[in-house]
């Protein structure tokens, strides 16, 4: 997925690179959260150019999502979508929560997060024994 930089020093990619699949996963839950308002804009409005918006952001997390999963096999490809989907739900009810003060709750709302990010990065292939913490940036 990510090549091998003791190949080519030039490479900023690395095997493993925990910093590359933290910003992916970021781009990966934004991505889905665009789908939901461009729907949500569509019920409340009835503006039929949501729906198109709605198109166009799919078709663009579609395409990031092949890059990122490359070798990924269908139905984790399909799991990775919808994890990020709850992962960006839980992490905006975490803030939610902490805004009104109610921290066991935000607690938990990130421990969820924390649990969809570890199954995100399962799929992957990543474990405990072969991930890098150090980043390509």
């Known amino acids: 997925m990510f090549g091998n930089k003791k190949e080519n020093e030039q ?3 690395v095997e493993k690179d925990v910093g590359f699949v ?3 996963w970021e781009f990966l839950k934004h991505a ?12 409340s409005t009835g503006n039929d150019d949501y729906l198109h918006e709605l198109e166009k952001a799919r078709d ?4 990031v999502m092949d890059i990122l999963t490359n ?13 990020a989907g709850k992962s960006i739900t839980a992490h905006e009810l975490c803030t939610r929560y902490l805004s009104v003060g109610n921290l066991e709750m935000a607690k938990k709302f990130a421990d969820y997060q924390k649990e969809l990010y570890l199954s ?3 799929i992957l292939g990543f474990t405990k024994e072969n991930l890098n913490y150090s980043t390509s940036a």
């Open 11 to 13: 490479m900023k990619l």
């Open 71 to 83: 070798g990924i096999v269908a139905q984790e490809w399909c799991r990775i979508k919808h994890l």
């Open 32 to 43: 889905v959260a665009d789908e939901g308002h461009c729907l949500g804009s569509y019920v």
């Open 120 to 122: 995100y990065l399962k």
């Open 22 to 24: 933290e910003d992916a």
């Open 60 to 63: 663009l997390r579609t395409e």
